[in-house]
T-cell receptor
Framework: SAVISQKPSRDICQRGTSLTIQCQVDSQVTMMFWYRQQPGQSLTLIATANQGSEATYESGFVIDKFPISRPNLTFSTLTVSNMSPEDSSIYLC???????????????FGEGSRLTVL | AQSVSQHNHHVILSEAASLELGCNYSYGGTVNLFWYVQYPGQHLQLLLKYFSGDPLVKGIKGFEAEFIKSKFSFNLRKPSVQWSDTAEYFCAVNKAAGNKLTFGGGTRVLVKP
């Protein structure tokens, strides 16, 4: 099974600042996904990060607010820009599990980055 | 767009009771179905999954789920819960050809010892 590590695991941020979250996967993956889990809510997909191309954002999320980098097949970053208290959430990175060279459709998740914006 | 709905937001039950969590999805094509679990303070873990074949799938820790295509449902069951099953449970779906998971709202389960 893949191991996904994120950092920071948690942070307290001031309003108006930006924070970059890093996600490292221990195997090469084509796609990586960034989710947000707001307090008491389910997971909402922010964007799909593809290596070598721009990220694909879901409705309600824009690149200016959540810029994403994907420099190689094992790493991605998500930046939360110009933060406000409404951005206080857990941000999770995920990647597909592969088996036998094929895609199982299953996702592994990192432990998440808990951001609190004051 | 596909969506997933979970019927119960909170469930409280005693140890040894049976558990059933409802999940319905809206998507007319072929889908993969998942149940994930998030124990307190831990990250999301896969409980079980359905891709094809036998609609009754068994997962870890004694959980099982039944896919009923005609009802667009994928309900999770456990005959006898333990205190350690206290967690939040998420139903999720993706299209057969892709990986983007759509999650339900989650159900918080509290098992009283």
């Amino acid at each position: 099974s893949a191991v996904i590590s994120q950092k920071p695991s948690r942070d307290i941020c001031q309003r108006g600042t930006s924070l970059t979250i890093q996600c490292q996967v221990d195997s090469q993956v084509t796609m990586m996904f960034w989710y947000r889990q707001q307090p008491g809510q389910s997971l909402t997909l922010i964007a799909t990060a593809n290596q070598g191309s721009e990220a694909t954002y879901e409705s309600g999320f824009v690149i200016d607010k959540f810029p994403i980098s994907r420099p190689n097949l094992t790493f991605s970053t998500l930046t939360v820009s110009n933060m406000s208290p409404e951005d206080s959430s857990i941000y999770l990175c995920s990647a597909p599990r592969a088996s036998g060279g094929g895609n199982t459709g299953e996702l592994f998740f990192g432990e998440g980055s808990r951001l609190t914006v004051l | 767009a596909q969506s997933v709905s979970q019927h119960n937001h909170h469930v409280i039950l005693s140890e040894a009771a049976s558990l059933e969590l409802g999940c319905n999805y809206s998507y007319g094509g072929t889908v993969n179905l998942f149940w994930y679990v998030q124990y307190p303070g831990q990250h999301l873990q896969l409980l079980l999954k359905y891709f094809s074949g036998d609609p009754l799938v068994k997962g870890i820790k004694g959980f099982e789920a039944e896919f009923i295509k005609s009802k667009f449902s994928f309900n999770l069951r456990k005959p006898s819960v333990q205190w350690s099953d206290t967690a939040e449970y998420f139903c999720a779906v993706n299209k057969a050809a892709g990986n983007k998971l759509t999650f339900g709202g989650g159900t918080r389960v509290l098992v009283k010892p």
